[in-house]
Structures are given as structure tokens and as C-alpha cells.
């Protein structure tokens, strides 16, 4: 496992574990109803789906790791994150793009465009090519 994904996890680890002992749960193994209510913590503070999955995934594989495999359940962590993604790209702050390219910007690249600018090269090749 690449060194900044074993970070990033040990991050979301200790960040699981101090939440269940400020809330007296038990994180190892942890029960699908603590993993749902994290879920729902990291939700109401507007933490980004991918923070959440990221969180989800840290914490099975610790599970994992100390041979739980297959715990805890995620159906309903998995539902507090479709609803959490539902409610972001409601208000409007959908996953990042990246912005148009300057070329594209106009518009989606067409044949007619290709020929134009084939000819502005002066080689035609593209334009007689797309005739065929």
C-alpha cells in the first residue's frame, strides 16, 4: 500500500477511534449501526463524499486486518452517504471538474472545425479524408 494511503487511513483510524471513545463505542469490531452513525457525524460536517468513502474503507480494512473479516456491515453507512451526496449536488457543490479546455470552450469539436483548421495548416489531408 502506497506511504499516503496508509497515512490517510491511520488518519481516519484515529480519528474513528477517538469518536467512539467520546461516544462509548467500541471500534474494534465496530457494530454497522457505529460505522452508519460516523457516516452521519462526517456527513453533518459537510466532509466530501470522497473523505467519507475514504473514512469507510480505513475502517474495514483495519477490521480486516485484525481478522474481522467482512465487518462491519455497510448497507447503512453506504445509505447516509447516497443521501449526503443527494443533498450536496442539491445545493449545488458537486465533484470537481476540471475547466474546459480553451479549444472546446465554443463548443464541442465538430468536422467542420477539423476541416478549418486542416486548411489553416495548409494540408487538407483531414478534410478529404472525412469527404470519403
Known amino acids: 500500500m502506497p506511504a499516503n494511503t496508509c497515512r490517510a487511513y491511520e488518519r481516519q483510524g ?3 477511534i477517538a469518536w467512539c471513545a467520546e ?6 469490531p465496530a457494530t454497522a449501526q457505529t460505522l452508519a452513525e460516523y457516516v452521519s457525524l462526517l456527513a453533518d460536517l459537510t466532509k466530501a463524499p470522497s473523505t467519507i468513502e475514504q473514512a ?4 474495514r480494512t483495519a477490521h480486516r486486518t485484525a481478522g474481522y473479516k467482512g465487518q462491519p456491515e ?7 452517504l447516497k443521501v449526503h451526496r443527494r443533498d450536496r449536488a442539491a445545493a449545488g457543490k ?12 465554443s463548443g464541442p469539436w465538430s468536422m467542420q472545425r477539423t476541416r478549418r483548421l486542416s486548411q489553416a495548416c495548409g494540408t487538407g489531408r483531414w478534410s478529404s479524408s472525412a469527404s470519403r
Open 94 to 105: 458537486r465533484k470537481r471538474k476540471a475547466p474546459p479546455s480553451p479549444s472546446n470552450r
Open 23 to 28: 461516544h462509548d463505542r467500541t471500534p474494534l
Open 14 to 16: 484515529r480519528n474513528f
Open 56 to 59: 469507510i474503507t480505513a475502517i
Open 74 to 80: 455497510t448497507a447503512a453507512a453506504l445509505a447516509v
